[in-house]
């Protein structure tokens, strides 16, 4: 079975998706049920994936009714922080019996907040003792400002899963980020962390580009940059821990901080719905996808075990070769960074107007 082929090449399956009503169903799609017979060791949540939930949702309601006294903000933090709290609780054993390393569940920061250091860094650590679970992990974007703020959460023993990480570069200031805080955190052991490298977002943008150019040499790069650039961020994963700065947090009993595969849902239809798992397998790697891209997996995905650390090579002449177009990897990843930011933002502004509407009822 693909599912069990991928957990033991190395790769854990986290569910891109939350709502009430798939933490309390019962169907084949309920958190349980993934939970027992999907593979599902984690979850993550993003703005949009709570406004999406939230909007129009019947299980919702009452509560937001009950909460009209509150402020907007006040009240969407009650909700998402009451969902992500009764998915720490579903996640409990398995939390347990991989000492920490799976069953985890993430919840962002407000997303308005990704160039402000000290106001992400004083968001966390309210979410942290709102939901008071040590299986729960804060997101923070990976921007310039966030990146200090990662090393101050880890420090305090916060658990971090960085997100909107697109480009090599950035993402080794983030493996950067992450050990000075498990540096100056008193038990490393207890701290853990993901990055969360995006994927398909990467292929959509270069793909655009190379479409535009139509020529021979740029049809045949046609959805070749994102996994090479996820495969170039593995190498570097493996660099950076097995450095000597990082032996030493080793022997202090801290883990590594997983790369995740985030944006793994495919949004060109004719490429292969599974390539953006099967193609990024390797240890120490998480893989967080979407309900549809799970069911394309169990259904029809063909694991092939470690399909990252044979492919550095290729994955240079990838980049080669888009530079000779003059394509710029620097500047898709940096305006990905800035979409990414933009779009989360207005996610939860959505988010705060659907619950207003909904108190004013």
């Known amino acids: ?39 599902v060791v984690g979850v993550t949540t993003n703005p949009s994936i709570f406004a999406a939930a939230i909007a129009g949702a019947d299980e919702y309601a009452q509560d937001i009714s009950r909460l009209k006294d509150m402020s907007v903000e006040e009240c969407v933090q009650r909700l998402t922080t009451d969902d992500v709290r009764s998915a720490c609780d579903l996640f409990r054993d398995i939390f347990r019996n991989s000492k920490g390393v799976d069953g985890r569940v993430s919840i962002e920061v407000d997303p308005r907040l990704a160039n402000d250091t000290e106001g992400t860094i004083a968001a966390g650590k309210e979410l942290w003792k709102i939901i008071d679970r040590p299986n729960l992990m804060i997101k923070v974007p990976a921007t310039i400002e966030g990146l200090p703020a990662i090393t101050a959460l880890l420090a305090s023993g916060i658990s971090v899963n960085v997100t909107l990480i697109f480009s090599v570069k950035r993402y080794g200031a983030v493996i950067d980020a992450y050990m000075a805080g498990i ?12 990055a969360s490298f995006f994927v398909s977002r990467i ?15 740029a049809i045949k790069l046609l959805g070749k940059a994102a996994i090479a650039n996820a495969h170039l961020a593995y190498q570097l994963f493996e660099e950076k821990f097995a450095s000597p700065r990082w032996l030493v947090q080793a022997e202090r009993g801290a883990y590594k901080q997983r790369p995740l595969w985030a944006s793994t849902g495919v949004k060109d239809p004719t490429y292969d719905d599974t390539r953006y798992v099967v193609e990024l397998v390797a240890p120490d790697t998480v893989n967080t996808m979407p309900q549809n891209t799970l069911d394309a997996l169990i259904d029809h995905g063909i694991v092939r075990g470690d399909t990252i650390t044979a492919n550095y090579a290729q994955a240079v ?20 960074e800035i979409d990414g930011v933009k779009k989360f933002a207005q996610a ?14």
């Open 203 to 217: 292929d959509s943008a270069v793909d655009a580009l190379l479409k535009s150019d139509a020529s021979e040499a």
């Open 1 to 39: 079975m693909s599912i069990e082929d991928l957990a033991r090449a190395g790769t854990s399956i986290w569910l891109d998706d939350l709502s009430r009503a798939k933490i309390s169903g019962s169907d084949a799609h309920s958190l349980p049920s993934r939970i027992a017979h999907s593979g």
């Open 183 to 194: 540096e100056a955190a008193s038990n490393p052991s207890h701290v853990h962390s993901v």
């Open 348 to 361: 939860w502004e959505e988010l705060l107007a659907t619950v207003a509407k909904a108190q004013n009822q």
């Open 317 to 336: 002449e990838v980049f080669k070769s888009l530079s000779e177009l003059n394509i710029s990897i620097n500047a898709v990843t940096t305006a990905l």
